[in-house]
């Protein structure tokens, strides 16, 4: 590459930064709730890209919480201990064991993404829904069915994330809470993030996920929505359009819309740097879920 | 119980607090570091003292940081998946897989103390020595023997325990740590709670053993030593009257008075309560490490 | 006493501390406000019995405001200086010279009390009712008759208060207030306590007296009353249930529940520490005034 | 007075407002300490006109700090109790109880002092060198003789005083302290100023003296310094230029200086707004005390 | 001048001094808007007067904002460019060119008074209206006429303006905005006062004038009104009564007065110190405007 | 453009964004001072470039100050006003009504900067060493000789610059000074820069210039050199290779570096972005001049 070429190419890098200008000033002290899995958390190379995409909403001003999942990595400490995964209605059969083995995995992950967010120089923290009496839950059942420890969050404690946010630490939470008799419960990570981001208005929701948004038809990928109004989403639930695995999430974004999240976003983790992309480009990627009335704004 | 002894009980009662007063006033927004194993972490009802007594310290305004091991229970855990702990001159060979467990095992203990805390309405919060950076670690030898993920304390960020602490959370802190390239490291416990305690410049450094302090001779159990000066715990460890198992926690002690933890304890934690009896008696329980020159005062 | 029973001995204070840690955390930050007069004021040992309370108090983290009386002493001043103490309907006729060694008097109670608490460690700082204009009084009059320069509360500055709370001092308030032309009164110290703990919001109200509490029938000894709901105080006064003395400390009870104190406690300042008794069990000692609506509380 | 005669009148008002201004600019924000007694306590009018002057000391930016006298008050109320008051040295020979009336009466002053500022509307505190253990003390003898509860000032704790500054309240300090195991002390009022002055680095301290300063020879009233050097101050007492009362004023002065105060005054509390005349004209008026090397600034 | 001579004329400037306490402490931490322009804006001496005055209030303890014009010294310039200056309806005709002379001279008028009052010791710092986006213009027209860049305020952000007085500056204001494409404007400096005033919710807005204040009828000069309610000031406008040049003004002062600044005055610049005059005399000079209900206050 | 290539923009800008994340953390609440002037002043593009720049300077975190110069637009209103610019060794010759005109330009300058950023959503705010008192200055001269109002800077008082910084406005700052009499006073824009940089111990001072960079050898445009240390800058201005323009400026970089700037940068403000440039590759562009031991970190 010749000067003029190089010169060329750093120019065009500084217009990249200026164009990302209006987006740093609009979510400058903004609270933005990553859920992390899927894809994005077993590839490697996607795992360090989200890192850094977290690292630089940080730098900029933003302030974004991490909520993990564990999924793939519980069943596979589950099958080394000698044990085989139960699920109902897409629910992890939780017994006692299982419930030792998830917390532990989930630490694990943890901390292995507290880990990579140090080593970028970014001031992370890693805790789970215990720490600070955070997240109180109750038994969630499957269909009537009572399939152990797994848990309803029923009340957020936001004061040691505030703690963590207002002393610069990236907050990273493994979904684990306990009932009020002190009982561990494993808690879905989506339905986590989303008890999260609605205790702490927070502007942003964004779930990566392994899918490219929500459909107007599951059967027609050119049907890619852009955006949802709440009156939309609950259309496209109760129309039958979308796939049996998107409703539980889509309700999940449904009910943190009407809790205060200004957008709750569903893009595609297994894309490069979609977190930047979703914040630093005007259409952004995937679906947004937003209130009815704001869709003229 | 007739009315005239039970206000008798209630004005004794009454009194034992009013006891306390002086220490409560001495101890007053010091940190004081628990280094928390052995008996005193098996038994369920040693344990809730423990923590019962840590929430009372932190009510009357001490700044208690709980530094904890797990050491049997990662032996279980790695038997039950097929392994055989190896030790070497007392330390645990750490390959990978064991790595891998030593962490998620620590995370669990972790969390139960939180658990408890937070039970009794205590503000706690668990963390590990890779959050904030907190422990940088070097690969430990045992006799020049590598053995593997064992690490020795470099460096301590203390910036998140006292993040913490001015937000009135109790940290609870599992050591592991990280070396500079991001790789995981096992760490003593009790070099874990020597280099906090010294890095905090701690007002109390105290070990729950499962001895009743440390003996002028080994072999007479009439010689327990309630002061040890450095200069006579240098020379104990010379003559060769305390054992083996003494030595390296001997060392700790000495290591952290000489780095500004104003005394250090080894106390009994088989012994309910021992934390408050070493706080709110004169005399106090175990053998105290202090400067030579702090004997007079 | 043997080793085994000096261990049983520290152990049981130990569970004496632990104990009072729910207490602790129940009135953590809380204002109390403490009228102290009575027998507890003579007796040397039980003086410093409250002034040891009131500073356990302290430093578990409560704000304890101490007003005073003086009665007793300022009769005997009045005496050496050749006048005769006069009262009418319990009130001390105050003419501006008994005005002036009733001030005098009452600020050296107050600097004693001052002492004591500074001698056990304890930040106190004594202040009349003139400090920061604290309180303005107007005339008040025995059924009619003017008594002089005795004085009704109609405005409470707490300023002072809260600026001697906020550094850690424990004021101790002598009942003098000035009318707004700058002229001096005394106040009844039931009257002044009642109005400074309504002005602050007090957490409580503990009124140390020479009696044992209120009782349904001031004939019948076994009668004691330890609750009293407002409505129910109320109907005591109008049944003529309640002696004569009793009757204007109801009724400041009364008043400053309904302004807002959560709870007011008329207990007995013989009985040694009855402050930590009140503070520190759960049925306390004396007789509660609480709200109606708090019995099922 | 016609509108032109008033109006000149306004104008030449303005005009002294503006005059004030370097000085107002040049204080803002020091500590003043003024030493309060002789005829300026006698007189009501002279006495309001001190009031009015700290009052607009405050004002204006600066931190007065009043510490007062009160020896005829107190010699009147020992007599009214059938005492003799009795002087060894110029120092009041101080039985228990005289130490009692001696603590009455400095408090009935102290707050009367404190009802005159608050009537104009300004916050003020009135405090003994009890208070928040300002003032320790240790016996003070005459010529070796032992003359009962007179104090030297040994320690000074400056937090309560800092504490109503900061806080907005003219503190008034009456100078009763006492020794390490809780016996009041009275002490004389000179030295309690200069204890405090000294303590707090105060930019100035005023004594209020019934003379017009210090002479070069007592003996000729044309002689009157307005400012001396330490080194001139050391030399006139060596020279025995100075009556005896002004001797221990002269000493207290030099101390202060050498302790850290910027400039020490002796001025005439008979004159009317003494305090004004000294911090707002140019020459100032009475005798200022100051160190050798600040001639020159 | 004798020293007796010398002596009362001191003492009556202490008591000129006393005088004004009261007048200090009620406005103490209020903000005060002077509107500044008219003759004491080229006379050397006035102009040292306001400014003096103005520090005065600054050192007292009140927060003055000067917001200045420049009318004439725009005039002399555009002359000196060689244009005609043009007005229509008292306005300015304000072309491109006509615009940048106004902006530069009120930028040199603007320092000139920052110069003076950092010379007697203030601080002060000089701002326009596009100095942290303050006054957002739009396009006033003269009786419909399109006169050039000439700006009615829009919006008033009022940050900086807060950001200078809580770090000790006086603000001093040129009445230039801009529309929210960022043209610059010219805005008339009364109609920048009043929105100033308002936006503050300032305790008082002063219209330093080279008139006497507001008379009842304009052609009689004994008719000056000392104090105006708005239903009056409204009257008189409607009544014909008073002129021309008035109008605007009242009807500025009418505004301010409704937005919420507690009284509004017309002053004679002209006259000296007319601004301490109005602050620290009973009944100030000029013409107040006033709330209808304040009139009995 | 396709789907793909858009996606692959999208990402290559988001991978943009990520590499500048070591630069941000690097200079995170860093300050960095920029002499604003030539051509990147003149260019209406080139202007919004820096303009840009300097925004997401402040919105990732460091606090740039701007301070620029107005040379060619006083000459033109010097013109304009029929008056001929004079210099002497470079220096304007800086007559009284020379000073009325260079003020009055570089105030329009100075505003016209702080619209722009304004404009684009960050707060700014324009002053002169004037405001707060922040620049004093002496006369300097050109060669001995007399040139007018051409000041050195002998003070600089930062109050006013941290009080902007502190509240999140950009300071833009136009050199003009006083000197102890009020005088006004040109300061050459370089000068000021380096007086303002060194006074804050600036982390970078950046000038924006017409030229590349230095030169090693004047007459070789290949021998640009991008690291000089301070010794080699001394040594260039004494071997004579470096031209008469460079002199003054590298001068004024030596002097910063000596004065606690940590590196002062020559870069050409021809180049667009040409501070982002700088700021966010690893080799920079232009000159840098560092201490001699930085070299090797």
Redesign the interface.
């Known amino acids: 590459m010749n000067f003029t070429d190089k010169?060329n190419e750093?120019?065009?890098?500084?217009?990249?930064?200026?164009?990302?200008?209006?987006y740093?000033?609009k979510f400058?002290d903004k609270i933005v709730v990553v859920k992390y899995g899927g894809s994005a958390m077993l590839d490697p190379e996607l795992k360090m890209n989200v890192i850094?995409?977290c690292?630089?909403l940080k730098?900029?001003?933003m302030h974004p919480v991490i909520v993990h999942g564990g999924g793939k990595e519980i069943s596979k400490w589950v099958g080394?201990?000698g044990h085989e995964p139960k699920f109902v209605e897409g629910l992890r059969v939780t017994d006692p064991e299982t419930m030792?083995v998830a917390?532990?995995?989930l630490?694990?992950v943890?901390?292995s993404l507290?880990?990579?967010l140090?080593?970028?120089?970014v001031?992370?923290?890693?805790?789970?829904g215990?720490?600070?009496?955070m997240l109180t839950c109750e038994k969630k059942y499957a269909n009537g069915q009572d399939i152990g420890f797994v848990g309803n969050v029923t009340k957020v404690k936001t004061?040691?994330i505030n703690?963590?946010i207002n002393?610069d630490?990236i907050p990273v939470i493994a979904p684990?809470g306990?009932d009020v008799?002190?009982n561990?419960y494993n808690i879905n990570a989506d339905d986590a993030a989303c008890a999260v981001a609605s205790a702490l208005k927070a502007e942003k929701l964004a779930f990566l996920t392994d899918i490219e948004g929500v459909y107007k038809d599951k059967n027609d990928p050119s049907s890619l929505l852009s955006v949802l109004t709440l009156t939309e989403a609950e259309n496209l639930i109760g129309d039958g359009y979308v796939g049996g695995g998107m409703i539980p999430k889509l309700k999940n974004c449904i009910e943190s819309v009407k809790s205060g999240v200004s957008r709750v976003h569903i893009i595609d983790g297994r894309?490069?740097?979609c977190l930047?992309?979703e914040f630093?480009?005007d259409k952004g990627i995937g679906t947004a879920i937003i209130k009815d009335e704001a869709v003229y704004n």
């Open positions: 010169m750093v120019v065009f890098k500084a217009e990249t930064l200026i164009e990302a200008l209006p740093i000033q400058k850094k995409d690292a630089l730098f900029v001003g080394l201990l030792e917390e532990m995995v630490s694990k943890n901390k507290v880990t990579m140090e080593q970028i120089g001031k992370a923290a890693g805790i789970s215990k720490d600070g009496g004061d040691i703690t963590l002393n630490y684990i306990m008799s002190g561990s894309s490069p740097h930047l992309l630093f480009t």
